[in-house]
């Protein structure tokens, strides 16, 4: 092939089915990230100038997209920089999760905007009560609470982009979610409530700019979300994380484990931050009171967060050793009272990690607090849209 002809192969018009399937993806980015330029939205499709100007001119035409100035005028030489957005309402991502009986219902945008938040107390007894961490006897619920949802804001069920079922137990792939997706007519994902939080750190919140980091989740249970080389590590079996079945002390006869070990960390940690406070406070507290008090400085359950950093941190140390992650980002719904949590935590990886790991690895407060698991549920699907278009 000659210069020439090489030249006009270049800048050949693209077909029509490429126009339109650059189209869709010009769309998802959009409607995905927010406002973005021309050339920033051809280096995050990784398509060419001339594909995106030809795509964009068809979507303006329609009236899929707007073109605006970004900013007031600069004194500087030349245009301003104009910005591309998706017109018409915005996509949306429900997640639903158990809290105790209550079953808990959140919506947001692709962008992590809240849209609403519902908790409907489940009723009756039986497999709802027995199961309290299986999702499946009440996803029939959940369908009708995120309807019902779309229904009172407003949010046709066209613009649901996906729905993510948080699980607070391993292996979520095994959630029959099949029912669910039928109810709703919408994409339906189970995560590991973990693993959720550890994508909305690493997408919104501590984990921005770190290729490497583990992220413990503790406000309600323990485990841990790994994300290595920027994405999610979920392991072979979907085990990757699960801290809470590490094993940490020698129980030929003690009780058995959910996960069917015995001694793993959930055993010696107790079934919630309730029952684990209260060996420093004889009168039971709610979460808030406990928090308040710890923040406050309180000495007896200050130590108690202090031996929870450090018994934690114990395992997290060897995974440290074994992995070399850049950081530990530690679940920041408790606020100031998760300082001296940290310290437990960076006490244990100081004195049992590998000198070289103690010494790089990072130990972070989470910037997210409870919206953690929510927004990890949208990066999760946004994720999902870019890698479907």
Not at 269 to 275: C, F, I, V
């Amino acid at each position: 092939m000659t210069d020439t002809s090489k030249l006009h192969a270049n800048l050949a018009i693209p077909s029509t089915s490429s126009l339109r399937t650059a189209q869709r993806r010009l769309l998802a980015l959009l409607e995905v990230t927010g406002p973005l330029t021309r050339s920033e939205l051809a280096n995050l499709a990784r398509l060419p100038l001339t594909t995106v100007a030809g795509a964009i001119g068809e979507l303006l035409g329609q009236r899929l997209v707007l073109e605006r100035e970004s900013g007031p005028r600069s004194h500087q030489a030349g245009r301003p920089p104009r910005t591309l957005e998706a017109t018409g309402p915005p996509r949306v991502v429900a997640m639903v999760a158990r809290r105790d009986s209550d079953l808990h219902l959140t919506v947001v945008t692709l962008t992590g905007e809240l849209v609403a938040d519902r908790t409907e107390a489940l009723s009756g007894s039986g497999p709802v009560k027995q199961h309290f961490h299986d999702p499946e006897p009440v996803l029939p619920a959940a369908g009708r609470l995120v309807l019902g949802t779309l229904n009172e804001t407003g949010i046709r069920p066209a613009r649901l982009a996906g729905v993510v079922v948080s699980v607070a137990r391993p292996r979520p792939q095994d959630t029959d979610i099949t029912p669910l997706q039928a109810q709703l007519e919408a994409p339906v994902v189970a995560e590991n409530d973990a693993n959720l939080g550890a994508l909305g750190e690493a997408t919104f919140g501590a984990g921005r700019g770190l290729d490497s980091f583990v992220y413990v989740m503790l406000g309600h249970g323990i485990g841990a979300g790994m994300v290595f080389g920027g994405r999610l590590h979920r392991g072979a079996a979907g085990f990757a994380g699960e801290l809470a079945h590490v094993q940490v002390r020698e129980q030929e006869g003690g009780p058995a484990c959910a996960c069917g070990g015995r001694g793993c960390l959930a055993m010696v940690m107790g079934p919630s931050l309730h029952e684990f406070v209260s060996r420093a406070w004889a009168q039971r507290l709610s979460v808030p009171e406990v928090l308040s008090l710890a923040a406050d400085r309180e000495p007896g359950v200050r130590r108690v967060f202090a031996d929870l950093g450090r018994t934690v941190g114990r395992p997290l140390a060897d995974l440290c050793t074994m992995l070399d992650p850049a950081a530990v980002v530690v679940d920041g719904s408790f606020g100031a009272a998760g300082e001296p949590v940290m310290a437990g935590i960076r006490e244990a990886i100081d004195r049992h990690s590998a000198p070289a790991v103690a010494d790089s690895v990072r130990v972070l407060p989470g910037e997210l607090g409870d919206r953690a698991e929510i927004l990890g549920a949208a990066a999760l699907v946004r994720q999902r849209t870019l890698d479907e278009t």
